[in-house]
Structures are given as C-alpha cells and as structure tokens.
C-alpha cells in the first residue's frame, strides 16, 4: 500500500545501520529507520528497504548524483517512504544500532542534540538529477564501450576454452537449465514461467541470492554458484551442490564462510561474474537450453553494481547466445485478464454438454418437462 510521503512530518524510531545495504535489510523490522552508505542507490536495494517497511531511510552518502539514471530514489518516493542523504560517513561513528533517532524536516536528532543536516530526496529533486543523468548518457555510453572492450582483450579465455570447471553430480546433458539471479522484475518473470517450470523441470542454479529467489516459490536450486555473500544459510544447506566463484589468483573468500556452516563445495577461478560463470557452466555441461531469470544485461544494471564495463558478460553471451533465453522482462510482455467476450465464450461452451444431456437422457427430460410444467401452474 502506497503511504502518502508528509516532509513536516516527526518520525522517530530505533536505527539499523550498515554500510551494505543487502546485509542490512536482513535485519531491518517494520517501523525501523535504515542507515546506509550507499552513492546512487539502485532500484533492487531500494526495493529491499520498502519490502522491509522503514519508516525512513537517511543515506550518508548522494542516493542520486545524476552521474546516471539509478531508479533507486523514485521506489522510495513512490513507496512513500521519508528519505534524507548526504547525511555524511560520521554519523555512523555518532550513533549505535538501536539508538532512538528522531527526524525533523531536513535534521537527525538524538535526544535533543542535532546530528546531522541532510538533504530531502523529494520528487524535485530526484526529476532534476534524473535529468541530469539523461543528458550525461551518451558520455557514460562512450566510456562504457572503451572499457568494456578493453577488457574484452583480457578476460577472452573465459570463450576460448582455457576454464577448468569442477566436476559436478548434477547431470546437465541434454536437460534445460534455469539460472536465476535476483535482479530487476525476477518475482514477475519467475511467476510468468511457473508452467514452463511444472512441465519442463529444468536443472535450477541460483547465482548467489538468486538461490533466495527461487525458494520464494518453493522451488531447492539444484546448484548454487556465487562467492556465496548474499545467499542465505537455509538456502546453503538445501541445496544440491555449491561451485564457489574464485578470483583467477585462487582466493576464495566465500569458502570461510561455508567452512564455518560445515558446509563442502566446489571452487571455479574465473574472470567476471558469478551469473556469467553459472552460464558457461550450463553450456559446457552441454546443457540443451539454458533460460535466465533476473541476470544483468545493459549499462544501467551494471553501472547500478559498481561496473564500469560488461566485457565477461559480453563474450559470454557471445558464445552461450545459441542456446540462451533471456527471461528477464518476460512478465512485461502481455498482462491481460479475461474479457468479457472470452467469458462469454465460455460460458457457451459449458453450457452445451448440459443441453445435450437434457436431449439424450430420458430421466432428465422428465424432470426437466415437470419443472416447466410446475412453473406454467405457478
């Protein structure tokens, strides 16, 4: 439900704070006000602290900078929650999780003692520097490209062959494959795909959150792959194998924390992300085809992670490209309901096997003849 945004208004409540806004969120509760360090905040973090109802979020950072278009700020609005930043990286040496803060306007207090002095992300300004933004486009698209085949030249082994991938119980020959990253629209598209899932039964990889994403539906990812820093330990004891994504010089930073759940897994060096690894998995596992839900794939989903460039994904979807399908936005393509003229269509069709009952039977055409009957009498 959409809560009306009241910028006079006193909110007050206990603070959560994190300089990473996806370990924050799971902790946040309803009524809590989120502290974050986070410049540009994207649509898929902003999402998270709506889904967690904040009374309101102060950002120590610019959640809009209008160096590009991040959509983060306008969910905020549009859920109507109260939104400060540029409230400085001291606040959080200034306050502890659970202190009381209330906020006044543009202010953040502590009793009666003034913190910090913020700006207000209202709907002017996030218009202007979406603007901004729009206008800087074309310069981010340059260097986006410049970038991006630069490091194509480096990360080329990642198609050409030279990646050792573990060997894993998962049978992939001939079998679709579902890899699910927990990006943009992936509850809709997911949803969109539900018969495809209950009728196919495709192998199911969860790039680390992603593995999150498919037990919302009630769905054990058969594999995970990832650095294994935003998936959940429930989902790390379910699910059937774990490949964590290791930096080409081996370090593993993912493998303390499974160590520490008891918990074994494979190890795959590679250049770029874990979606593109889990990809290239499916296809050199000689996957039939593989289908994507929620992956990042354009400039904004990119820049929104902090990349400068696409190039490992851009190689991998040059060479999986044959037998990939792009899920993502799928439940953007048709959202219509039943008109009225379907309805009536079928209705028609239900109610003609009753009426060919009627006709053939005699008992019923008795019954059927004494009702008529009983109602020429009344």
Do not use: W
């Amino acid at each position: 439900m959409r809560r009306r945004q009241s910028y006079q208004a006193e909110i007050k409540g206990p603070v959560k704070l994190d300089r990473k806004t996806k370990n924050l969120v799971e902790r946040l509760q309803p009524g809590d006000i989120a502290l974050i360090n986070h410049r540009d905040l994207d649509e898929m973090a902003a999402l998270s602290l709506c889904r967690a109802n904040v009374k309101a979020v102060i950002n120590a950072e610019s959640s809009i900078s209008g160096s590009y278009p991040n959509n983060g700020p306008l969910k905020l609005a549009e859920a109507g929650i109260y939104h400060l930043d540029q409230a400085g990286e001291d606040l959080f040496e200034r306050v502890r999780e659970g202190d009381i803060l209330t906020v006044r306007g543009c202010s953040i207090y502590k009793d009666s003692a003034v913190l910090a002095g913020c700006r207000l992300v209202d709907k002017k300004i996030i218009d202007s520097k979406l603007s901004e933004a729009q206008n800087n486009l074309n310069g981010l698209l340059d260097g986006f490209v410049q970038n991006t085949l630069e490091y194509a030249m480096r990360e080329k082994e990642l198609i050409l062959g030279k990646l050792d991938f573990p060997a894993l119980e998962t049978v992939f020959k001939d079998r679709h494959a579902l890899v699910v990253v927990r990006g943009q629209s992936y509850r809709e598209d997911l949803l969109a795909i539900r018969q495809y899932l209950e009728e196919v039964r495709p192998i199911l990889i969860g790039v680390d959150g992603g593995a999150d994403a498919l037990l919302e539906f009630g769905l054990t990812p058969h594999l995970i792959v990832g650095d294994m820093d935003s998936v959940s330990d429930h989902a790390l004891h379910i699910a059937g194998e774990l490949v964590v994504h290791a930096y080409t010089d081996g370090r593993a930073p993912g493998l303390e924390r499974l160590r520490k759940l008891g918990q074994s897994a494979k190890v795959c060096r590679a250049p770029g992300t874990s979606e593109d690894i889990a990809l290239l998995m499916a296809y050199e596992l000689g996957a039939k085809l593989i289908a994507a839900v929620g992956t990042h794939s354009n400039m904004i989903d990119f820049l929104e992670k902090g990349r400068k460039g696409m190039a490992s994904t851009f190689l991998v979807r040059l060479k999986v490209g044959s037998r990939l399908v792009d899920a993502r936005g799928i439940s953007q393509l048709y959202r219509g309901g039943v008109s009225g003229r379907s309805l009536l269509l079928i209705t028609v069709a239900a109610a003609i096997p009753v009426v060919v009952l009627i006709m053939t039977n005699p008992t019923i055409r008795h019954i059927f003849r004494l009702f008529i009957l009983r109602l020429r009498m009344l």
